[in-house]
């Protein structure tokens, strides 16, 4: 099973990393809330948002399709039109994964 990395933890953990450079807790916390925000309203205004060496994020248009209802046989339902964001890796994170 995967371990998920929470908020918080990825704030404790930069702020650790900048333990030598005296950057508080609370700053590294206001500079990733700006990032996400900063990421967020790109997306909202539909812009694609690209991380040289990390990755881009962009909305895509999910069109309207048939589904089924689990443990139900038989039963159909229209699952409606939407948008969702789709991250796509770079090549640099494609190989540190590996």
Known sequence: MSKVVSKSQLIDQVA???KDDKIKK?????VVNV?????????????DVRILGF???????RKERKGRIPGKPGSEIIIPARKVVKFT??????????
Do not use: C, H, W
């Not at 990032?35 to 812009?47: R, V």
């Not at 990755?55 to 248009?61: A, L, P, R």
């Open 55 to 61: 990755g881009s994020f962009k909305v895509v248009e």
């Open 35 to 47: 990032l996400l925000d900063e990421i967020k309203e790109a997306l909202k205004a539909g812009n």
């Open 26 to 30: 609370v700053q590294v916390e206001k």
């Open 89 to 98: 890796p770079g090549s640099a994170l494609k190989e540190e994964i590996k």
């Open 16 to 18: 650790k990393a900048l």
